[in-house]
C-alpha cells in the first residue's frame, strides 16, 4: 500500500486555475498508473484524468479535456493535476490514486491504494 496526500485545492472563481498536487509515499509509485477522481456532494466518486506508468500516454473526463493537465515526477514521488478554465461544476474533492499496474486506470474500483483524504476545489459562479 501507498500513502497518498493530496494538496493544492481552495476556493477559486470561475475561469480562474488551480494546481493539485498528491505526494506518495510508503513506495515508489513510478512503475503504476497514477489518476484524479473527484466526489461532489451528493454524487459518486468520478474519473477526472490517468497516466500510465513507464508513458506519457493520458486519458482524460470528456468535462475536462482541454482544461485539465496530469503529470507527474516520478522523483518526488508526485503527480500533478493542472486544472484551468474552472468551472462551478468542477466543485469537488479531488482525490489521487495509482493503478494495480502500467495500464492507466479509470475505474474507481481498479485503484491500487485506499483513498486519502482529498483536497476540496470549490469554484464560484
Known amino acids: 500500500q501507498v500513502r497518498l496526500v493530496e494538496s493544492g485545492g481552495g476556493y477559486v472563481q470561475t475561469g480562474g486555475s488551480l494546481r493539485l498536487s498528491c505526494t506518495a509515499s510508503g513506495r515508489t509509485f513510478s512503475t503504476y498508473a497514477v489518476g484524479w477522481f473527484r466526489q461532489a456532494p451528493g454524487k459518486e466518486r468520478e474519473f477526472v484524468a490517468t497516466?500510465?506508468?513507464?508513458?506519457?500516454?493520458?486519458f482524460y473526463a470528456d468535462s475536462v479535456k482541454g482544461r485539465f493537465t496530469i503529470s507527474r515526477d516520478n522523483a518526488k514521488n508526485t503527480v500533478y493535476l493542472q486544472m484551468n478554465s474552472l468551472k462551478p461544476e468542477d466543485t469537488a474533492t479531488y482525490y489521487c490514486?495509482?493503478?494495480?499496474?502500467?495500464?492507466?486506470?479509470?475505474?474507481?474500483?481498479?485503484?491500487?491504494?485506499?483513498w486519502g483524504q482529498g483536497t476540496q476545489v470549490i469554484v464560484s459562479s
Open positions: 490514486n495509482t493503478g494495480r499496474a502500467a495500464a492507466p486506470v479509470r475505474d474507481t474500483n481498479a485503484v491500487g491504494n485506499s
Open positions: 497516466m500510465a506508468g513507464y508513458s506519457l500516454t493520458r
